[in-house]
Each structure stands twice: as C-alpha cells, then as structure tokens.
Nanobody
Framework: QVQLVESGGGLVQAGGSLRLSCAASGGTFSMYAMGWFRQAPGKERDFVAAISKTGSSTYYTDSVKGRFTISRDNAKNTVDLQMNSLKPEDTAVYYC?????????????????WGQGTQVTVSS
C-alpha cells in the first residue's frame, strides 16, 4: 500500500508562489496516476490537478489553469504542484492521492491513499 506525504505549504501574499511536493513510498509509483485536491474550511474536498502515470497527460480545474503546474518524477517517487499567482481563494489544505480508477476523473471518491495534507494560506 502506498503512503503519501505532502510538504511545501505555508503563508504567502497574494501574487506569490509556492511549490508543493508529495513523496510516495511503499508502492510502485510509476504505476499510479496521481492527483492534487484541496479543502477549505467548511467546504468539500475539490479537485485541483492530476497527472498520468508517465506525466504525458495533465488535467486542471478551470480556476487554476495557467497558474498551477503539476509534474512528477518517477525516479524520485514525487509529484509536485507549482502554484503561481496565488489568490486568497486558493487558501486550503492541499492533499495528494492515488487515482484508483481507469481514466481521468475529478471525483475524490475515485482516489485513495490520501496524505495528511499541507496548509496553504494566501493573504490579501
């Protein structure tokens, strides 16, 4: 069973950047498509971005397109989320997870092995 640990969150001013990283262990990382989700207080966990096993395909929710970039390094068993031009509405706990279904999905129920999350706070 794969275990995931997120890092890289913090407090940043609007317009700033952060790079989140998710380190995987206990599985064959290159066999998994991966996703990033976020959850703000009192809200549901929402899809942010996903990447295929090889990294050849990436997907983003509309609100982050052009600002966020998902990437992976299968040699290092990591998946990163580069976040630029951050906005206060990006404030949330960010989670990475393994996609548990064939084909792209934004449904959190189709992901598993969630990490503990990393807090991102964007001040105005």
């Amino acid at each position: 069973q794969v275990q995931l640990v997120e890092s890289g969150g913090g407090l940043v001013q609007a317009g700033g950047s952060l790079r989140l990283s998710c380190a995987a262990s206990g599985g064959t990382f290159s066999m998994y498509a991966m996703g990033w989700f976020r959850q703000a207080p009192g809200k549901e966990r929402d899809f942010v971005a996903a990447i295929s096993k090889t990294g050849s395909s990436t997907y983003y929710t509309d609100s982050v397109k052009g600002r966020f970039t998902i990437s992976r390094d299968n040699a290092k068993n990591t998946v990163d989320l580069q976040m630029n031009s951050l906005k206060p509405e990006d404030t949330a706990v960010y989670y990475c997870a393994v996609r548990n279904s064939l084909g792209h999905t934004t449904n959190a129920e189709r992901f598993r092995s969630w990490g503990q999350g990393t807090q991102v706070t964007v001040s105005s």
